[in-house]
């Protein structure tokens, strides 16, 4: 089914401002399957020339038909996600413990983070795979999820990597010891502001790394901002 992407004026504004629209349409084809949309609205200060001197606002929507993939196991709710880090007894430990398991454990540190910021600084001897990469195909669908990023003023917006699982099958076995990381780390204990925890990029991939049948996953907790923080080993490529 082809990607419509149309300009139509919300039913509260006036004819005048419609009649400016109604007649260019913006349109946006593009090969691909039926199963939800993507809605923007976006309002706009407009000045009629000919009935209005001063400006009023005026309410557009934006539609798109652009449909979004299959959901992935990496977008599952935080809270399924949870429920499998615990039953499959992953364990947080915190930047000094995690460098005591791969100085004498043999664990490996699974740097997760995108790759330029892997050059910048990461444990020694750590293994980058990004679990996001910077959107690349440029779909119906990727280029709503472009313009809604340069919305909030990002412009180098990020989606899921396919290829994370092929490439940690193709660098570790499935009973490898792995410590997982990422930035912040985020928790899987409760507090009180956050009952569930908070969900990070090393946690979704601890999940997806224990859905795929890995024995022995560890999460950083704290994340790699408490490893630099502790003055622990660290290297650069740059």
């Known amino acids: 089914m082809a990607a419509l992407t149309s300009i139509t004026p919300n039913p509260a504004s006036s004819s005048s401002v419609y009649s400016n629209f109604r007649t260019s349409p913006l349109t946006l084809s593009s090969q691909i399957t039926a199963d939800c949309s993507c809605l923007l ?23 798109s038909a652009a449909t979004k993939p299959a959901k992935s196991p990496a977008e ?14 992953v364990r947080s430990v915190d930047a000094k413990e995690a460098f005591r398991l791969q100085k004498e454990n ?22 980058n795979i990004q679990i996001y990469r910077l959107i690349k195909e440029w779909t119906a669908w990727d280029i709503a999820r ?15 990597n396919p290829e994370f699982m092929q490439s940690v099958e193709s660098n570790f076995g499935k009973d490898a010891k792995i410590i997982v ?3 912040t780390g985020g928790t899987m204990k409760p507090s009180q502001n956050l009952p569930e925890g908070q969900q990070s990029r090393s946690l979704i991939a601890a999940f997806l790394l224990v859905l795929n049948g ?24 740059e």
């Open 214 to 237: 890995y024995k022995n996953v560890f999460h950083l907790e704290g994340g790699l901002y408490t490893w630099f923080k502790e003055g622990l080993p660290s290297e650069s490529e």
């Open 106 to 127: 043999n664990f490996v540190i699974l740097d997760v983070r995108p790759e330029a910021e892997f050059k910048e600084a990461h444990p020694a001897g750590a293994v």
């Open 76 to 89: 599952e709710d935080w809270k399924v996600k949870r429920e499998l880090l615990l039953e499959k007894r």
């Open 146 to 160: 472009r313009a809604a990023f340069a919305f909030f003023g990002i412009f180098s917006g990020t989606e899921e």
């Open 181 to 183: 990381a990422c930035t």
């Open 41 to 63: 609205s976006v309002r706009l200060g407009l000045a009629s020339k000919q009935r209005l001197a001063s400006r009023n606002r005026r309410c557009l929507i934006i539609r």
